[in-house]
Every structure is written in C-alpha cells, then in structure tokens.
C-alpha cells in the first residue's frame, strides 16, 4: 500500500459465470465482497458470501473446507487450487477447473466420471408414468 | 427446460443412499453377488466429495486388541478382548446401548479391518491409542488417512464390478412404497433439476448425521439428515433421537479458520476457557480437572454458558494462553511433527502468535456426531421390509456417549450386515410396482419453490432453525425449551416451510433449491429430537436437563422410540436390549 492509500475494506472478485442450458458464451461478474478486518478469509467463504447475499443464481461446490475432498478445485488467478484453502487477495479472479465438464458457472464433474453416468441414465427408460 | 417433463427409471436390485464409509461398504458387500445390481448414489459430486467420511482423514478405527493381533498381525495389548470392549462401550454408553448392537460391533471389527486390508486398504500398525474411555489401545489408523483412503478403495471395487454403479450429483428426496414394502425411491440430479425414480426391492439408507440442523458442524455443511427425513415420511422407528454429540472446538473469532480448532491449535489442559464475565466457569462442573473434563461435560458446561447470557462477544466462550509464557508455547509447538500446521496444510501460526501476546480466541460448540438415528436390528433392518440403514444415520449401539473410533467401526460393520442382508433379501423378492401417484406426490412439493413468485428465502430461513435449534435442541435442554421446539417445528411445517422460494428458476445446478429441500429436512429432524429428547427426565451423556440433572438409572434405563403416526410425532418407551450386561440401579447427580 502506497502512502496516503487507504486501505480497501471490499474484495473485489471476477467470477466466470456460465449456464449452458441459457449462455452463449462464458463471462465475468465482478462482485465486492467486504473484507474482513481480522481473521482468515478463504475463497470458499467468499463464494458463499456472493451466493447468500448477492447472487443465489450462483453455483460452486465446497464440502469439506479442509483440503481433504478436492471438490472445491478451481482456478485462481489463472493456477489451479482449491477454494477452501486458498486466502483471498484484494483482486481476485476465480474461473471453473479445466478439463472438467463445466455443469454451471464452478461446478464441474470430471469427464470420465461424467461419461459413465450419462450412459446408465441414457440406458434407463424414460417415465412411464406420463 | 420443462420442470413437468419426463423423469428417468433406473431399475436396481439394491439402491444404497449415500456412498461414504457406511453406504460404500453395504454396495461393495451386496455386488458381491453378481446376480444382484446395486446403485449407489451420493448428492456429492462423487464418492468422498460429501459427507462425514472424507473429514475422519485423521480419525481412527476402534478393534479390539485380540482381533488386531490375531488378524491383522499388529502388537497389540493382548489382554483386550471383545468382552472388554464391549463393557467399555456399554460403560461410556450409559447402559443405554442395544447390546445386541454393541456386540455385533465388537465380535467383527476385526474382521471387517481384515477383510479391507485384503481390498488394499493400509492399516498403521505402529501406533495405537486409548481415547477417554478405551480401557485399552485399540484405536487403529489408516497409513496415510483413515476416511479418504477407505473410500478410495472402495470406490476402485465398486467401478471395477459389472453390477455396482455410483452415481454422484443425486439428492434422494423420498423413498417410494408398494404397500408395506419398499420399492424404490425418487432423487433430483442435481446437474439436469429433474428428477430419477430409482426402483428396487431394498433400499440402504446410509446418509450420516443430520449435523446441519445447527449452525456450526465438525463435518461438511451438507449433513442435513435427508436420509433421516425421508425414513420418517415412510414411516420408519427412530432409535434415542436425543442424544447429539457436540464439541467446543469451533473457532467462532477470529474468523475464517473454518474447520474445528481443537486438534490443531488447543492441547487438553493447555489453555484456559473463560466465559463473558472472565470467570473460569469450567471450575463449577469440576474443581479439580476444570477443562480437562470429557468432551460431554465440556459441550455441557459451554452452553450453559452461552444458554445463560455469560457468553463471549461473538456468543462462544474465551480460550486463552496469556497463562503460559511464550517459550512454553514455542517449546510445546516444537514437540509437534509438524509445528502449528495442520495435516492438510492448514497454517496455524498466525493465530498460535496472537494468542501467545495474549489475546484470547473464542470457541463454541459444534455439531459432532449423532448416537440416535433410524432403528435398525443387527442386519440392518428397520421396521419397513426392504428398508435397510447403517452407519450413523442409525441410533442404538453408542448409547447416549460415542467412544472415539466408534464411528468408522460402525460403518463397517453395519455397512457390511446392511449389504449382504439387503443382496439377499432382494435376491428372493420380486421387485414390487412404484406407485406413480407417490412420485408425483414428491415432484409436487420438490418442485414448488421454483414455481413460487415469492416467499421465504432458504439460506434465511435455515439460519433461523439452526440458530433455534441451537438454543432449544442443544446439549443443554429442559422441559420448556422442548417444549417450544415441539410447537416451532409444527409453525416451521404448517407456516415457513410451505412458502420456501427460489428466486433462481433455472432447475439445473440451482443450489437455493438444494438448501430448500434440506432445509425442509433438518426441520423434520428437529421436531423428531424435541419429541425424544421431552420425555427423558433425567441427563444422561448427551442429553443434559437443567430441570432433571441428575442421572437416573432407576427409570430412565430405556429406548425411546419415535415415529410418525398419522402426520404426528409419537415417542414409546422401550426397553433396553441387555446381553450381557446388567445396568446399575439408583440415582447420581450427572454425569452419573
């Protein structure tokens, strides 16, 4: 912080937000999320902020916020980390892990994974009950 | 996308609900027939990615010595015994335990931690503990973790067998009968928001605790008992709902530690608690051990803290090291492997350092672990043919006090009796009709927050029932506290839970729905644990009455069993399953 600078009580965060089943194409929502004054303040805790105070359209996957379940893996700042572990910057710019199915905005499945479920749904008849 | 669309059928023989350490045993040990397809679906991502399990890394599995060493070549304490651990759990317990429960546990712990070694599963066989309790050390670790590793090798058999299938992103919402039998039961995938009808002769209900019914939980935030709840609308028994275990150890300020605080930072006896007023209140429940008192007697005395208005600024109690000198505190940090960080990386120095110049944290109690839960038999069973449950989603064999390690234990054991009873019971049913009116019945109430123009706001509203159930459903409780839980559950059903409301539409991925529905689910859970918790007129381990605080062996030696008759909560008297041993008589202030 240069002298005179105030020190900033929001954190400013760019969010990749997509939804296949409307957007075109993938895009950034920059969000303030305010800053804590003391403590720690993971990126889990402020994607949670985002989607209970802003924007409940928002979809991420945190579980275990321990570093333990890699569920929560996402890139930061254009590296792959996990958000539960991660303390945020100031600025930071949160995008959904690659080589993963994007399902919407950071929540991905695996492709792998992902394949083999599709083929047992597709297998399983349709409702008979229509 | 059509919210009235079609739905897809995926036809089992055997539908396992949650696939951690207990619903990922019961697939494995009910594909072990190959005649017999089992699905296993988890509203994780993926098996490990939700639940309990994957936060026991560092957890440890109880097996009696014998077993250890006869079976898994590890040196062990040779004078435990089955025998021995059984007293010790029954003991701890409170007398209150399904014997029958505790001895199926204590007779195959040690084959269940034989047979996954044969899976690949690495036992430390170097090290073993006796956490309070243990008369002997039989709490054994996995080599590098205890819970993630045990899923991992789960997860390779159940996708190298032809009839298993986990299937990952699905939230059960109801299970599905045909007359007194189960059928099936009906999931969202979460990924499309539509809905899959699962048919199957049994269904294994292995979904965990309901920890997010309050606000603070030692596991992930998604332990919203939904396996609990969809039991109870088909009608299910639970088995000593009253008793929930909590630990002092969530770090409330300051904040963004996120995860339980005390296995990191706090060492028993190191620290000192104070509460509001900065008197050390641990004193008035015992003078000689203060805080070095069982985890039961700990959660007890914080909340009545808390329960009586002496709480800290941010509504915990103080911890504090001002009473140590600094080098005491570097010195104790160098004896750990690895200093104040945590084994998954956590850096703990900043705050051991801001304690050191003597500022104090503050700690409240955390939702840990659930005694009471479904009523199952040995093999799982529950009242409901076709109807299985295992792991901690069922109650009886803890008692009223878990003993550390006992959880794993469970899943194993209770997983593997869940599994190979469910494959046989399927193998000679046929599987019976789903009932399409019940499932529109579910499509009709999952689906109405989305259709709603406005409401209640989810996250909002499970903020108030964890903030009440916390005040009202706690470790501390008495007879007006149940009481009003009894009457805000009825309210939360008949007046909040009706105008749920997502202002996000799209049904793919949409997590306001998610805590819609959950939400729904702890509510239930909380009038289930009222309703118990009313009647027990004595405390008890978990159970702590402030109108009742003695222990009362003369005439609270019993199970309580609740249920839902005709949409209400009806709560009987049991007695206790006793083997072996007899419970005392009389009657001592508590703990007992």
Not at chain 2, 192 to 220: K, M, N, R
Not at chain 2, 298 to 319: C, D, K, N, Q
Not at chain 2, 378 to 391: C, F, K, R
Request: proline fraction near 5%; aromatic fraction near 8%; hydrophobic fraction near 35%.
């Amino acid at each position: 912080m240069s002298e005179g600078e105030e020190e900033r009580d929001v954190i400013i965060a760019k969010v990749l937000r997509f939804d296949p089943t409307i957007d075109e194409e993938p895009h950034f929502e920059t969000y303030e999320v305010p800053k804590y004054k003391v403590g720690r303040q993971t990126l889990a805790k402020v994607l949670e902020y985002i989607f209970e105070s802003i924007d409940p359209s928002l979809a991420y996957y945190v579980t275990c916020n321990r570093a333990l379940c890699n569920g929560c893996v996402a890139m930061i700042n254009g590296k792959a980390g996990l958000l539960c572990m991660t303390e945020t910057t100031d600025e930071v710019t949160i995008e959904p892990a690659a080589n993963h199915r994007v399902i919407k905005d950071l929540m991905v499945v695996p492709e792998e994974e992902d394949r083999v479920q599709q083929q047992v749904l597709k297998r399983s008849g349709k409702s008979k009950y229509l | 996308m059509n919210n009235k669309g079609g739905y897809s059928i995926c036809t089992t023989d055997v539908l396992v609900i949650g696939v951690e350490a207990a619903g990922a045993y019961a697939a494995v040990k009910a594909s072990e027939d190959e005649d017999v397809d089992v699905i296993a679906i988890t509203k994780g991502s993926d098996i490990a990615r939700a639940g309990a399990t994957v936060t026991a890394s560092h957890s440890t599995f109880a097996v009696e010595c014998q077993g250890l060493h006869d079976l898994l070549g590890a040196p062990t304490d040779t004078r435990d015994s089955p025998e021995a651990f059984f007293e010790d759990m029954v003991k701890e317990g409170k007398y209150v335990n399904d014997q029958m429960l505790v001895e199926s546990l204590v007779r195959e712990c040690a084959p269940r931690a034989k047979e996954m070694e044969s899976w690949g599963f690495q036992w430390d066989k170097t090290q073993f503990y006796a956490s309070p309790g243990h008369t002997y050390q039989r709490e054994i670790f996995g080599l590098d973790t205890s819970g993630p590793q045990m899923c991992r090798v789960m997860k390779r058999i159940l996708e190298s067998r032809p009839n298993s299938q986990i299937m990952g992103n699905m939230l059960a919402l109801d299970l599905l009968t045909s007359g007194d039998e189960i059928a099936g039961a009906v999931a969202l995938d979460l990924l499309t928001g539509e809905l899959v009808v699962f048919e199957a002769q049994c269904v294994i209900i292995a979904t965990g605790g309901a920890q997010a019914l309050y606000p603070y939980v030692s596991t992930g935030r998604e332990m919203t008992g939904d396996g609990h709840a969809m039991a109870y609308r088909a009608g299910a028994e639970f088995h000593d709902m009253e008793y929930i275990q909590f630990i002092p150890g969530e770090l409330i300020w300051p904040p963004g530690w996120m995860v339980g605080v005390q296995p990191f930072v706090m060492f028993d006896g190191l620290y000192w608690w104070y509460n509001g007023l900065g008197d050390r209140f641990m004193r008035r429940w015992d003078p000689m051990r203060i805080e070095d008192v069982t985890r039961d007697i700990r959660s007890i005395g914080v909340a009545t803290e808390v329960l009586e208005g002496r709480a800290s600024e941010h509504g915990g109690i103080y911890a504090s090291f001002a009473h140590l000198p600094s080098d005491v505190v570097d010195n104790v940090g160098r004896t750990r492997r690895r200093g104040w960080i945590s084994s998954s990386g956590f850096d703990y120095n900043p705050l051991v350092e801001m304690m050191k110049e003597g500022t104090a944290i503050e700690l409240a109690n955390y939702c840990h672990f659930w005694m009471g839960g479904i009523k199952i038999n040995v093999d799982g069973e529950t009242n409901i043919p076709g109807l299985y449950a295992s792991g901690e989603c069922c109650g009886g064999v803890h008692g009223a006090n878990r003993l550390s390690g006992g959880a794993l234990t469970q899943c194993i054991v209770q997983g593997a009796r869940a599994g190979i009873a469910a494959s046989a019971h399927a193998k000679k049913t046929s599987r019976p009709e789903v009932d399409s009116e019940q499932v529109e019945a579910c499509r009709a109430w999952v689906y109405r927050p989305l259709e709603r123009e406005g409401g209640t706001n989810p996250m909002e509203l499970r903020d108030k029932v964890t903030e009440f159930a916390d005040s009202h459903t706690g470790p501390v409780r008495d007879h007006e506290m149940l009481e009003e839980a009894i009457a805000e559950a009825e309210r939360l059903k008949k007046v909040e839970l009706p105008h749920l409301y997502c202002k996000t539409k799209n049904p793919a991925y949409n997590l306001e729905w998610v805590h819609a529905i959950q939400t729904a689910n702890i509510v239930q859970v909380m009038e289930i644990v009222a309703h118990s918790a009313l009647p027990v007129r004595n405390s008890r381990g978990a159970h702590y009455r402030r109108d009742y605080p003695d222990t009362d062996n003369d005439n609270f030696i019993k199970s309580v069993v609740a249920k839902q008759v005709e949409g209400r909560c009806e709560v009987r008297f049991e007695p206790v399953k006793i083997t072996s041993i007899t419970p005392p008589k009389g009657r001592r202030p508590y703990p007992g």
